[in-house]
């Protein structure tokens, strides 16, 4: 099985656009080139039991849309780790 690992930059400031702008002009980053990928629409669809048993035991069971591609993905129970990142086992 592969393992991905995945990193989301949280912005959170009243100048978060300027940031955002900032971040993404960006040609490289620690020692990595940085090129703009292709704009994607992406639809998510969250589902779970009629008594929201997935939440209850902290899963999350998501249908994600890009184009013509379905992927069906179990995500949870998410957990902190020691230094403040959040983690979780994803099947897809």
């Known amino acids: 099985m592969a393992l991905e690992r995945e990193t989301a930059l949280l912005i959170v400031s009243p100048d978060a656009a300027t940031i955002a702008d900032r971040v993404a002009v960006l040609t490289d ?19 779970d039991t009629a008594d929201g048993l997935l939440a209850a ?5 998501r249908v994600r849309a890009i184009g013509d591609d379905r992927w069906i993905t179990l995500k949870g129970p998410a957990r902190a780790t020691s230094w403040g990142r959040v983690e979780w086992a994803e099947l897809e």
Do not use: V
């Open 29 to 47: 980053l620690a020692g990595f080139a940085l090129t703009a990928g292709p704009t994607q629409t992406i639809r998510d669809l969250y589902l």
């Open 57 to 61: 035991r902290r899963l999350a069971l």
